[in-house]
């Protein structure tokens, strides 16, 4: 079993993530040509019942395991380990097992009276097995997680994304000729065969390490520290007491997030409808917002989760420690990580908003919202590491109650700011960043007073310098470049010496060093022979 540092682990997420990412691209791209979008409406249709179901039965289960594991290796006790594992596994098992065997019976009912087509039924069967499958790789990705070992996570996503991609495209051709709604089902059995091949990577990983671990005869006094260590394992009712304690919190703040936008979703076109907006202009507003201008604004969020998933093993073991050093560490390189990845990406969608919009959706209308929005997309780069660490240090309560208190804000606010007509869905953009920037301050404030942690400011001074820098390289180069008669090409070429820019200035101010570049995977053994030179 190999152990990763912090940072090293935090990039092979990263790596995964991002590849994920753009593997997605290919099943948006293709599947509606097979299905058409009726067809990918079918397919979506059921997707928010299921994922409240899979909240239910995963939630914070992946969080709290890594948690409690990280724990139990760094106090020694590796059988502990293996029993948090055995015990998860029961749980989700069980409670996969219940909600698949209630779903299969109240399929025709849900789809029937709950949800508004009918056709959803066969993509609703299909997808039900899944619950199981889901919830024993959650419990071995935050086992994994919690011994600091990313490369079984990352392995198994990007496995599952492949076999998920080749799986549903081509079920989707075959069940096709039978109707719309079974090739809909078809690509939901693709995503299932994918979710069961990712789970069969993670277990053979697994057994991987027993065999290696197996191979270990343990000397004398190793065999009587192991038995000490058995002795004091706690009882499977202690586990399962301390799981619920730190998982219900997490899971209750996925459950808000869901339901928040649930809810915002209908506050939002009510609230245009008040304005005096169409329902046919209100939809294809919020539908800009959340299926266009939102999804750019994450895009760097693969190494936001990264640096989440990572974090929460990393401080939990600091913790059990008392190394109050190291977790103010880890703390101050995830925020600079979050902040110098998603910076760049925040100033060319702040200053090419229009020819972004024009050159991704041919559509420069929405750049307005993407313009308002693109520089307080910091607060959410920054979110998720905050979180993790509230999570990490046994304060997820007080994680879902910012979270909590956030959604009301943006829900007050739609109301109030959508409804009038002066603002219509620049309400909607108000509200969603005053949440982002109000949950954030909450997380930092919270954290703050909890471990005492103090923010690097002059680190934040650099990198909005920086950042300033590059906007202006970008801006003069997209409108003084000799290639205005080739708009994509002036657009690429702007983008390419700001970056340039950029990677001069985060490395003369500090914000980024050789020897984080010597932690890189590949990279960082490519650099260590170039520097040898």
């Known amino acids: ?156 996503s990007v496995i599952e994304t492949i076999v998920r991609i080749i799986c549903m495209l081509w079920f989707a051709h075959l069940l096709m000729p039978k109707g719309i709604a079974y090739g809909a089902a078809g690509a939901m059995l693709g995503t299932a065969v994918g979710e069961l091949i990712g789970m069969i990577a993670l277990l053979l990983q697994y057994s991987g390490e027993g065999r290696k671990t197996n191979k270990l005869l343990p000397k004398p006094q190793e065999a009587v520290s192991e038995k000490k260590a058995q ?7 202690g586990i399962l007491k301390r799981l619920f304690g730190i998982a219900l919190p997490v899971t209750g703040g996925k459950m808000v997030g869901s339901f928040s936008y649930l809810l915002e979703t209908i506050l939002t076109n009510r609230s245009l409808a008040m304005a005096g907006i169409a329902t046919s202009v209100a939809t294809a507003q919020y539908g800009a917002l959340q299926g266009m201008i939102i999804p750019l604004l994450l895009l760097p969020g693969a190494l936001t989760v990264s640096l989440a998933i990572s974090l929460v093993p990393s401080l939990s073991e600091a913790a059990a420690r008392n190394d109050r050093s190291t977790i103010h560490k880890r703390m101050n390189q995830s925020l600079r990580l979050a902040l110098v990845s998603g910076a760049p990406f925040a100033i060319i969608m702040f200053v090419l ?32 590491p905050l979180q993790a660490a509230l999570q990490a240090l046994d304060r997820p309560g007080r994680a879902l109650l910012n979270t909590l208190f956030g959604a009301i804000i943006k829900m007050s606010l739609i109301v109030y700011l959508a409804s009038n007509p002066a603002f219509g869905i620049k309400g909607a953009v108000i509200a969603i960043i005053v949440n982002s920037i109000a949950v954030t301050l909450l997380h930092g404030f919270s954290l703050s007073r909890l471990i005492g942690f103090r923010f690097r400011l002059f680190d934040y001074v650099k990198i909005a310098a920086v950042m300033i820098i590059m906007g202006a390289c970008v ?50 053994t490519w650099f260590n022979k170039f520097s040898r030179r």
């Not at 972004?356 to 607060?379: H, Q, R």
């Not at 003069?476 to 340039?500: E, K, M």
Request: net charge positive.
């Open 231 to 237: 002795e004091d394992s706690p009882s499977n009712r």
């Open 475 to 524: 801006l003069y180069g997209y409108r003084h470049l000799p290639f205005s008669t080739t708009p994509w090409l002036q657009f690429w070429i702007s983008i390419a010496v700001g970056i340039l820019v950029y990677f001069i200035m985060i490395f003369m101010t500090k914000l980024v060093t050789p020897r984080d570049l010597e932690r890189v995977p590949v990279v960082g």
């Open 353 to 384: 908003a229009e020819p972004l919009c024009l050159l991704l959706y041919d559509n420069a209308e929405i750049s307005d919202m993407l313009k308002i929005m693109a520089p307080f997309a910091l607060f959410l780069y920054v979110q998720s």
């Open 1 to 156: 079993m190999n152990k990763q540092s912090f940072i090293k682990g935090t990039l092979i997420l990263l790596a995964a993530g991002i590849l994920n990412r753009l593997l997605g691209f290919i099943p948006r791209i293709a599947l509606p040509r097979i299905i058409g979008p009726e067809g990918v409406g079918i397919y979506q249709l059921g997707y928010p019942f299921f994922i409240v179901l899979v909240t239910i039965i995963t939630g914070g289960i992946p969080l709290a395991i890594a948690k409690m594991v990280a724990e139990a290796e760094g106090a020694g006790k590796r059988d502990a380990s293996k029993q948090i594992l055995h015990v998860s596994l029961m749980l989700t098992i069980t409670a996969g097992a219940l909600f698949t065997g209630l779903s299969l019976l109240l399929a025709p009912w849900v789809t029937g009276v709950l949800l508004p087509d009918e056709r959803v039924y066969q993509t609703f069967i299909s997808m039900t097995p899944m619950m199981i499958i889901i919830a024993v790789s959650s419990v071995y990705r935050g086992y994994f997680q919690g011994k600091q070992n990313m490369i079984p996570s990352a392995s198994s």
